[in-house]
T-cell receptor
Framework: GENVEQHPSTLSVQEGDSAVIKCTYS??????FPWYKQELGKGPQLIID?????GEKKDQRIAVTLNKTAKHFSLHITETQPEDSAVYFC???????????FGDGTTLTVKP | GAGVSQSPSNKVTEKGKDVELRCDPI?????LYWYRQSLGQGLEFLIY????????KSGLPSDRFSAERTGGSVSTLTIQRTQQEDSAVYLC????????????FGDGTRLSIL
């Protein structure tokens, strides 16, 4: 089955700096890669996603890049703010598979 | 609009008791998912429903775990004879179904087994 590895497990940055979180996946058939943000006591919320026919996608301060050959994808957050502090999860899903396979999460702390 | 609703938000029970966790998906969402999240860990897939049927129940950890969905809407996850290792947050998500459909999560049920 699919295996998703996420790094780093913790990340601390100064406000205004950029943060990068990386994930690798094992199943070359996976074609959908969402990123979720989870705040304390809440469920994960989708922040951005990318499909396998696209190499990069941006939404304001957030961007995701995908390298299908290397089977890795990354989340980039620019101009970080304290409210970006949360746990971030990547996931991978193959076609016609109901479930997504999640990474173990990255705890991002943005220091004011 | 209304999101995914889970109840109870917290549940404390004694080892050996049965528990039922409820999920109300977003109206019109045909797909429903249950995940388990242990403290500081990622999301472990349990079961996936499309309508009332469960084409993938591969993540259920033992026969003490079961789930059903009725009317293509509400789902119940039942854990029988609970063990301390069942302590976790149980998350439910729903989506419109189909590939690449966004999963919308509830805030989970925090289950503690004494």
């Amino acid at each position: 089955g699919e295996n998703v590895e996420q790094h780093p497990s913790t990340l601390s940055v100064q406000e205004g700096d950029s943060a990068v979180i990386k994930c690798t996946y094992s199943d070359s058939a996976s074609n959908y890669f969402p990123w979720y943000k989870q705040e304390l006591g809440k469920g994960p919320q989708l922040i951005i996603d990318i499909r396998s026919n696209v190499g990069e996608k941006k939404d304001q301060r957030i961007a995701v890049t995908l390298n299908k050959t290397a089977k890795h994808f990354s989340l980039h957050i620019t101009e970080t703010q304290p409210e970006d502090s949360a746990v971030y999860f990547c996931a991978a899903k193959r076609p016609n598979a109901g479930k997504s396979t999640f990474g173990d999460g990255t705890t991002l702390t943005v220091k004011p | 609009g209304a999101g995914v609703s889970q109840s109870p938000s917290n549940k404390v029970t004694e080892k050996g008791k049965d528990v039922e966790l409820r999920c109300d998906p977003i109206s019109g969402h045909t797909a429903l998912y249950w995940y388990r999240q242990s403290l500081g860990q990622g999301l472990e897939f349990l079961i996936y429903f499309q309508g009332n049927s469960a084409p993938d129940k591969s993540g259920l950890p033992s026969d003490r775990f079961s789930a059903e969905r009725t009317g293509g809407s509400v789902s119940t996850l039942t854990i029988q004879r609970t063990q301390q290792e069942d302590s976790a947050v149980y998350l439910c998500a729903s989506s419109l179904g189909g590939d690449s459909a966004t999963q919308h999560f509830g805030d989970g049920t925090r289950l503690s087994i004494l």
